[in-house]
């Protein structure tokens, strides 16, 4: 354990002391056996772990550590599919074995690693459902998340799952009316299980809202206007969205109709940040994470985030500043023609898009690695 273990004034550590959980976007199989995972989660108080279809592309295509196990489920005659997913499974119980004493310490509040339906069921939503059941209990570990998007399709699956008992992280979040969506699906499963008769109080949810890639579009359209009241709202719209959509987070969860659950043991979806890492060089490389510190959410850092907010983070809680100024720039944006969920729809799709295609090459990947 290095000195970051007992140093307070670790920044990373600093921002889990003031109530949020971050989670590492991305995962490795040599991570999980060099001790470099283990040692996020000592020194730096890393509590969780998600992944996708892209991460997962590039770990196995660059990672030749997974040679020896193509090899062999090949030899057995597995499918391509079959492949991908028990080397996809074996690193997502592995980690999520190195969580559990999280798990456990935080009463199940936190350490949980995510695994995502595939892409391709994006727009189906009784595959999204049939998907989820069996990777749940093929995943088999309390401490698992299964990702489904938050498209129109997946709504009804998000239902369905966690009616069912499922953990979820809802992914491809763009958008404060479609997070509004996803937290009526989540309550409807919490109400649906309680008709039931089921318990609901070890039930967890994120609800993973997307930040860069809604500036890296607006930026674009701002840029082209050319006038500086353009110029001035560049990289802000994200982050406004954000403030906002934790604003409706406190409206519901102070809701008669969410303390009604809460009485039976059920927890709050927390709003989790994804896609932190700043695309355009003007930015700050921290900007994502400084500004939406708040109790009881989450960030999940890709690994050079990580390292940078280690190095020069300035943890605060600042989620509630400039909620007016949020507003306002939603707005104007709206006075410009810009218009938040048309945008939200195109990321959507353009989200669900970039799964897709690491995802199928993944698989191209896998059947000339297997000499299939």
């Known amino acids: 354990m290095n000195a970051a273990a007992t140093n307070p004034a670790n920044p990373l550590r600093r921002v889990h002391a003031l109530g949020q959980s971050l989670w590492l976007d991305d995962i490795r199989r040599g991570w999980l056996r060099d001790g470099h995972l283990a040692r996020l989660i000592s020194d730096d108080a890393v509590a969780g772990v998600t992944s996708n279809p892209a991460i997962f592309a590039k770990s196995i295509s660059e990672g030749a550590e997974y040679n020896e ?155 082209a206007l050319k006038t500086p009241e353009a110029k001035a709202r560049r990289g802000r719209a994200a982050i406004a969205s954000a403030r906002l959509a934790y604003q409706y987070y406190k409206q519901w969860t102070s809701s008669p109709r969410w303390q009604a659950l809460a009485s039976k043991g059920a927890r709050p979806q927390r709003l989790l940040w994804a896609s932190t890492s700043s695309k355009d060089p003007a930015y700050k490389d921290t900007m994502y994470v400084e500004a939406l510190i708040a109790p009881n959410t989450v960030n999940t850092l890709p690994p050079a985030t990580v390292d940078a907010y280690r190095d020069h983070g300035d943890p605060a809680v600042r989620i509630e500043h400039e909620v007016a100024d949020a507003k306002e720039t939603v707005q104007f944006l709206s006075s410009i023609g810009i218009d938040l969920n048309v945008i939200s729809e195109q990321l959507e799709r353009e989200g669900v898009k970039k799964f897709k295609e690491p995802f199928d090459a993944l698989l191209a990947t896998l059947k000339t690695r297997a000499g299939k």
């Open 69 to 223: 196990g193509i090899s062999t489920l090949a030899r057995a005659g597995r499918s391509i599919d079959e492949i991908y997913e028990t080397l996809a499974l074996e690193d997502v119980q592995a980690a999520a074995d190195l969580f559990r004493q999280t798990f456990t310490a935080t009463n199940g509040a936190d350490g949980f690693v995510s695994l995502e339906v595939s892409p391709h069921l994006a727009d189906d939503t009784q595959g999204t459902v049939a998907e989820g059941l069996r990777l749940w209990k093929a995943f088999n570990r309390p401490n698992a998340m299964i990702k489904v998007p938050g498209t129109e399709a997946g709504l009804p699956a998000i239902t369905e799952l966690i009616a069912a008992g499922v953990n979820l992280n809802v992914t491809l979040l763009f958008s404060v009316e479609r997070y509004k969506a996803v937290v009526e699906a989540y309550l409807a499963g919490l109400e649906q299980r309680v008709k039931a008769g089921k318990p609901i109080d070890t039930i967890a949810s994120v609800a993973s809202f997307f930040l860069s890639r809604i500036d890296t579009l607006i930026d674009a359209k701002l840029d």
